[in-house]
């Protein structure tokens, strides 16, 4: 079993940067482990995802704009994104998954507002 927590989120430009970050309790090394996000009264949609073998893979609202990546020896993958939009507010979710048992952050909310 792993603990996950979600960093970075906040209030941002629209064009601009910011970066989520996910620190696990233990070794993600052979996790699979994705980025969801959610708004109020839609379904949590995935975002990103990346491999155990570090093959990453992106919905295509945010291709180009968003990177994955994943630091094995400190636990963590993060989000980095990039042109954001107004649509791109939502709760973000780390959620990591080994054998089907699937564990899930708490969340950090991403507002784009000028």
């Known amino acids: 079993q792993v603990q996950l927590v979600e960093s970075g989120g906040g209030l941002a430009q629209p064009g601009g940067p910011l970066t989520l970050s996910c620190a696990a309790s233990?070794?993600?090394?052979?996790?699979?482990m994705d980025w969801y996000r959610q708004t109020p009264g839609k379904q949590r949609e995935l975002v990103a995802t990346i491999d155990s073998s570090g093959l990453t893979s992106y919905v295509d609202s945010v291709k180009g704009r968003f990177t994955m990546t994943k630091d094995n020896p400190k636990n963590k993958v993060y989000l980095q994104m990039h042109s954001l939009k107004p649509e791109d507010t939502a709760v973000y979710f780390c959620k990591a998954t080994f054998y089907g048992y699937e564990f899930w952050g708490q969340g950090t909310q991403v507002t784009i507002s000028s």
């Open positions: 233990g070794s993600i090394l052979a996790y699979a």
